[in-house]
């Protein structure tokens, strides 16, 4: 079982959109609709920003959307900001009680 | 609040056994869909799960380390531990223990709403 890929960094303009890719399998990403992204800054405990493929928790900005098609699952952030660039992580269920993390991308704003 | 701290050694020797204690408040693990997972995370790498353990005491394990794994709860004592056997430096990472539930009704959902701020475990001789 590998991590998701993710590209290892994406890069967008400010106020700009940037879309993050995580792949998988029809046995993790493809074959449920639960896939989590996390946003984690430097040194910090990473915190939810989507849940159950494009649902977002309360206190997230709407700027931040998911979606997924076939094996792919993606993070799109709207209106870069330069507080966007930190590392943003994937996560899905992989059946029989797992979990399987994405290797992470690192976000640059330009 | 929901609060997670984690707690154990920060130095262990290879070929030891590592364990963690998760002390959680303003939850129970007896509540139907909650579940306690734990992250690890090696000094300038991925996030990588390693186990979960969920309110009706069903596991899960990361594949690649089922073998030295063990999770259990303690639910009167609000409390997760993991024990993780033979450890060798590339088992040096930051450990977290996380709270999944609540902001997703399903079970299998990688939801951890609430994360302990980690401990740095170092494996070294």
């Known amino acids: 079982q590998s991590a998701l890929t993710q590209p290892r960094s994406v890069s967008g303009s400010l106020g700009q959109s940037v879309t993050i890719s995580c792949t998988g399998t029809?046995?993790?990403?493809?074959?449920?609709?639960?896939v989590s992204w996390y946003q984690q800054h430097p040194g910090k405990v990473p915190q939810l920003l989507i849940y159950?493929?494009?649902k977002r928790p309360s206190g997230v900005p709407a700027r931040f959307s998911g979606s997924k098609f076939g094996n792919t699952a993606s993070l799109t952030i709207s209106g870069l900001q330069a507080e966007d660039e930190v590392d943003y992580y994937c996560?899905?269920?992989?059946?029989?009680?797992?979990?399987?993390f994405g290797g992470g991308t690192r976000l640059t704003v330009l | 609040q929901i609060t997670l701290t984690e707690s154990g050694p920060t130095l262990v020797k290879p070929t030891e056994t590592l364990t963690l204690t998760c002390t959680f408040s303003?939850?129970?693990?007896?509540?139907?869909?909650?579940?306690v997972g734990w992250i690890r995370q090696p000094p300038g790498k991925a996030l990588e799960w390693l186990a979960i353990?969920?309110?009706?005491?069903?596991?899960g394990y990361s594949p690649s380390l089922q073998s030295r794994l063990t999770i259990t709860k303690d639910t009167p004592k609000n409390q997760v531990v993991l024990t993780m056997t033979n450890m060798d430096s590339v088992d040096t990472a930051t450990y977290f223990c996380?709270?999944?539930?609540?902001?997703?009704?399903?079970?299998?959902?990688?939801?951890?709403?609430?994360w302990g701020q980690g401990i740095l475990v170092t494996v070294s001789s």
């Open positions: 996380a709270h999944r539930g609540g902001t997703s009704g399903s079970w299998q959902s990688p939801t951890f709403d609430y």
């Open positions: 303003g939850f129970s693990l007896s509540t139907g869909g909650v579940g």
């Open positions: 353990v969920y309110w009706d005491n069903d596991k």
């Open positions: 029809n046995s993790d990403v493809g074959g449920y609709d639960y």
């Open positions: 159950d493929v494009n």
């Open positions: 996560c899905s269920y992989a059946g029989r009680f797992t979990l399987i």
